[in-house]
Structure formats: C-alpha cells, structure tokens
C-alpha cells in the first residue's frame, strides 16, 4: 500500500493535499474511481496533518524540483484546513517568491466558515479556481450532492466568486466536460462575475490534469 501523500508534484506544479473532508459528493469525483489514487499516489490520508508535517512534506516534495505553482488540491475542500492552507501559503511566498500559489475549492469556504474569508485569501493566494461545472442551481446540487446544509452551495458559491474577484485575486470558473454540460452557460456566468473560464476534460486518475 503506498503512503499518504500530502505533497505530490503534477505537470509542473507542487499540490497540497490536507483533508479529504469535503461537503459534496460529486458525481464526476475521481475519488469515486480511483480509490482516492491518483497519478501513482495516494491521496487517502489517516489523518489530516498539522502546518509543521505539511510544511516538510512540501519542502521533500520541492527539493530539486522546477515547479511554477503551488496549488492547494487533493481530494477534499482545501478550506476546511482554513487556517493550516494561509500559513502553508504565506511561507510558500516567502520560500519560493515568484511561484503562483493556488487554492482549488467547490467555492463554499466562505458557508463552511460562516464568514466571508476572501480578503483572509487574498493575503496568502494569488488565485483561486472554482468548480462550478453548471450556470443552473438545481443541475448544481444533481451534479455535486452537496451535504444538506449546502443545499443552498450554488448561490453561495457565486458569492465566493465575486467577492474572490472584488478582492483581487485572480478567479478561474471552471466546468469539467461532462455529457450535457451547458459551457456556454458556465462561460457566460463566468464573465459575469469577473472571472476567467477554463473547461476542464473529464478526469483520469491515471493520466489527466487536476
């Protein structure tokens, strides 16, 4: 069995993988397939780790390596770990300035937390990618299955975004390519918010891009 990987590099890129908590299910999760695998490493953590036991996992993951990004990402909600992510990130941009540092999330930190944590972001993070995958509130919550208290997500993560953007962090609303999609919808809603739009092809545990 192979070891919980907290940092792992992937196409130029450092991830960070601090909970597999989450508070969606969504249909199109690779954990779903995969067994929480991915790339030759197992994101399966026994437990979530502390800023000191991410930190040197990130700095055995970093040694020798080129990398542009440091992207917070595995196969939960990054901000669930609100506090470890920021001072994992601020001492990032202290030990590697110039790297972009990331945050993957389903856009509900601000609903987790109860507050709106944007301006707590834009001090560590330079941008922010949020999977929305759909322009509809009801094909949300069909698409993501989110626990009951997120019944009301979709809402709330259009919020995220627009408070990610009014701070200046640079967002990216993405949509994976799934059988139906409305992308147009998604890009529309996008540019709306201020965001940027990526499609994202439907992943691969074995060979795709997180």
């Known amino acids: 069995m192979?070891?919980?990987?907290?940092?792992?590099?992937?196409?130029?890129?450092?991830?960070?993988?601090?909970?597999?908590?989450?508070?969606?299910?969504?249909?199109?999760?690779?954990?779903?397939?995969?067994?929480?695998?991915?790339?030759?490493?197992?994101?399966?953590l026994d437990e979530e780790p502390e800023v000191e036991e991410a930190w040197k996992a990130l700095e055995e993951a970093a040694s020798g390596?080129?990398?542009?990004?440091?992207?917070?990402?595995?196969l939960g909600e990054p901000t669930f770990r609100l506090d470890c992510l920021l001072e994992l990130s601020q001492r990032a941009g202290e030990r590697w300035p110039g790297v972009q540092r990331r945050l993957n999330t389903i856009g509900l930190g601000s609903a987790i937390w109860g507050r709106d944590i944007s301006g707590e972001l834009?001090?560590?993070?330079?941008?922010?990618?949020?999977?929305?995958n759909t322009a509809d509130p009801k094909r949300w919550v069909a698409l993501h299955r989110p626990a009951q208290r997120y019944q009301d997500g979709f809402a709330a993560a259009l919020s995220f975004i627009e408070r990610c953007v009014s701070v200046g962090l640079a967002v990216t609303v993405t949509a994976v390519d799934l059988p139906g999609a409305d992308v147009e919808g998604v890009r529309s809603l996008a540019m709306e918010l201020g965001a940027r739009f990526r499609l994202r092809p439907t992943l691969d545990p074995a060979s795709q891009r997180a």
């Not at 508070?23 to 995969?34: D, E, Q």
């Not at 390596?65 to 595995?74: A, I, M, N, P, W």
């Not at 834009?122 to 929305?132: P, W």
């Open 2 to 44: 192979r070891a919980s990987a907290i940092a792992y590099p992937f196409k130029g890129s450092l991830y960070l993988n601090l909970t597999n908590r989450c508070p969606v299910a969504c249909l199109f999760c690779i954990k779903l397939k995969s067994d929480y695998g991915f790339q030759g490493h197992e994101l399966l």
């Open 65 to 74: 390596r080129r990398f542009s990004e440091l992207v917070f990402c595995g």
């Open 122 to 132: 834009k001090e560590s993070l330079d941008a922010v990618s949020v999977s929305l």
